[in-house]
């Protein structure tokens, strides 16, 4: 079967296909000739990862999954959350969007967050959502040089690091992305 990840993130899309049963081929949406902007309209992560999924599946007639990720921050009633990957404004700029999370909670002691990752899955006429929480809280400060995004400011709940200091694939194995994907990954196994 024939399943298109609607991602141009070719290490995102290698990794899921090494998890996958060889009878289930992803595709980019490259590989379909979709190169056109797909705008995320929605207030919620399931919303996005849905206007994804159906935009493939409408215009392209594929089997589609997509993908939505923000960081909720508990004492800014969850932002960024879906504005995450633009919350210091256009273009999109990972270390100007730290700053002003760290401002935004300036001395608050209540720095519980977690990472949200939704998953949209459109199979043969019906839809799927799958979602994986990572929990933790926002650092005072940044600590470490790995990853993207908030990783240097985000320490997952029971770890002494940020996850800008570990490794991807100590990071994958307790990450909001990891788990969602394990799920749809359970999922398509069984199907
Ligand atoms: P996307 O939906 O995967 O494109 O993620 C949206 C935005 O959330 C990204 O641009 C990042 O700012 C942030 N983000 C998503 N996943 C992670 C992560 O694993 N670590 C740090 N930031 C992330």
Known sequence: ????????????????QEMLPESIELLSLKDIGCFEDIEETATTLEGNAQIKANHIT????????ADDTGLEVMALNGEPGVY?????GEPANAEKNMQKLLQN???NTKRDAHFKTSICLNLDGKQYLFNG??????????????????DPIFQPEGYEKSFAEMSSEEKNKISHRGLAIKKLIDFLKTY
């Open 58 to 65: 409408n215009k392209y007639k594929y089997n589609c999954f």
């Open 1 to 16: 079967m024939k399943l298109v990840f609607a991602t141009n993130n070719l290490n995102k899309l290698k990794e899921v």
């Open 133 to 150: 929480i990572c929990k933790g809280g926002i650092l005072t400060e940044k600590k470490g040089e790995k990853g993207f995004g908030y």
């Open 105 to 107: 909670l300036n001395s």
């Open 84 to 88: 995450s990957a633009r919350y210091a």
